[in-house]
């Protein structure tokens, strides 16, 4: 039951993946249109928000806009709108290939950030592994180079945005996943509703309109499917699959666009991936660790438990 549980769980987080370079490649040739910054993202999380209410309202009702921590819920929705925009900024000028791979250094920037603001330590593999991911975005980002483009910038902020996303997610692990939907697709639509409707560009095709329904579609249903997936797969099983992004990427970059990823994007990309891996494997290791010692503290008691047996005379 668990590995038809944890091959459903890939099959799901692959989809997901797949979602995110199509949300991406959307929010690109959306940009490229004409459109407004704000305006893309804004129908981004409209239709995020009414996909979600569709889902939660008739089971939920008003129960799913509670929270047990509003505060750090608009921390977090804040951050993931802060990801988006600023990852909108960095599609507009930069292949999807390279937004992408600088994205990719989200879990090894949260690894660092977890050590001041969750307590958490640092071990030397994982040490390793955050000095390996700066170095691939370093190889990625390039700024040595004469085209080096300042939309870089852009897309390493979102970097950090993203990460700060996935802390916050981190200290509200207890809040229902329902709240989490809402409040962070429902505070960005409201944050973003005026500067978008100042900024409205009217689409003049109805290519460029269906493409404005399909990313809010695309965004709601990626952020779905990587819940469900985490539901009936290991994290641990599901964590490599994120770095089919790129693969995802290169192909809509390369028939979307007509753009081939360079090499030091792809020799970055490889590092980076590397650091998450040795991430990956670290967090294994601990929890193997700790399995390990939860059954031999559970076999310790349950010996210490057991009625001693009266000598026979």
Not at 119 to 143: D, H, K, N, T, Y
Not at 144 to 149: E, G, I, K, M, T
Not at 192 to 215: D, N
Request: overall charge positive; hydrophobic content about 55%.
């Amino acid at each position: 039951m668990k590995n038809g549980g944890n091959l459903t769980g890939l099959l799901l987080m692959t989809g997901a993946v797949m979602l995110f370079a199509v949300q991406d490649t959307t929010a690109k040739f959306l940009l490229g249109s004409g459109l407004a910054l704000m305006q893309v993202a804004f129908v981004r999380y409209l239709g995020h928000l009414v996909i979600t209410l569709a889902a939660v309202l008739p089971k939920q009702g008003l129960s799913a806009l509670r929270s047990i921590n509003p505060k750090l819920q608009i921390l977090r929705s804040l951050s993931l709108l802060g990801s988006t925009a600023f990852n909108f900024v960095g599609l507009s000028h930069l292949p999807l290939t390279t937004v992408t791979a600088i994205m990719f250094a989200g879990p090894v920037l949260t690894t660092l950030l977890a050590v001041p603001m969750l307590g958490e330590r640092v071990s030397p593999m994982q040490f390793v592994a955050i000095m390996l991911g700066f170095v691939g975005v370093l190889i990625v980002v390039a700024p040595w180079q004469a085209d080096f483009h300042p939309a870089i910038l852009f897309s390493l902020t979102a970097c950090v945005c993203t990460s700060f996303y996935f802390i916050f997610s981190r200290k509200l692990a207890a809040e229902s996943t329902a709240a989490q939907q809402v409040w962070s697709s429902g505070l960005a639509a409201l944050c973003l509703a005026p500067f978008a409707l100042m900024q409205w560009q009217e689409p003049h095709s109805w290519l460029i309109v269906g493409l404005m329904c399909l990313i809010g579609v695309v965004g709601g249903m990626s952020h779905s499917l990587v819940t469900l997936a985490h539901r009936i797969a290991d994290a641990s099983v599901l964590a490599p699959v994120v770095y089919l992004q790129l693969l995802f990427a290169s192909i809509a970059g390369y028939l979307v666009f007509g753009q081939v990823p360079g090499a030091s994007t792809l020799l970055g990309a490889v590092v980076i991936i590397a650091g998450g891996a040795l991430l990956w494997l670290s967090g294994r290791r601990k929890r193997i660790a700790a399995i390990r010692g939860s059954a031999i503290a559970v076999s310790s008691e349950q010996s210490h438990s057991k009625p001693k047996k009266k000598e026979e005379r």
